[in-house]
């Protein structure tokens, strides 16, 4: 089977929804653009927003699996995100001036004996990944059909929260790319390292609620990982269909 991009996914507010898309441009070195533009800091947080800090700092689907159910839509050019979930009514905000708004509307999905988020952080010209370099995140739909298999049942693949969702992989084959480069149409990915699950990945993405073991599933292979993480070495324009190759 050609090895082809079947999917595009960016989640403009960090763990709070998720967004597809038909195509996008990439640039060298950096983040997808409006990818984790803002993240929903929590009362424990121990960063002052000036930079990159890692996960354990924002409210996030492992320790809140509602936020799992959140969808968006982003209008780039005003930056007002609308957010709706199953148990919430639709909202529609800016997120740097309406961060009270934002934080009362997620309020109620939040477990009351985990720490309350509390404002919005954006860092300029960098998006909230969970690794700590600029990355892009590869998830392949053969991989997901084996924890399917192992599993007993479909889940969706919007659990691994991916950027660039491929077809046509052997099971796995990502994980030979560590240290490649992929070409997904004109742009080229070096890839860097796999990516360890947690427990935001045993929630449905239509509920919120956890009703699959993941990890469990991910153990029969002796880890907890799914994906990769990339890093834009060339930029410029994919859209759904293009065709993946190792350089």
Known sequence: MTKALAQIWRYPIKSHGREALEQVALEAGRTMSWDRTWAVAHEGTRTDGTEWAPCANFSRGAKAPGLMAI????????????LRHPERPDLTVHPDRDANELIDWVRPLMPENRAQS???????GRGMTDSDFPSISLNSLSSHRAVEQKLGYEIDPLRWRGNLILEGLDV???????GKTVAIGSVELEIRERITRCLATTANPATGQRDADTLKALETWNHQDFGVYGVVTKGGQIALGDAVRVL
């Open 71 to 82: 969808s968006t839509e982003l209008d780039e050019t005003s930056e007002r995100v609308t």
């Open 118 to 124: 509390t404002h919005i952080i954006r860092v300029p």
């Open 172 to 178: 796995w084959e990502e994980f030979d790319w560590i």
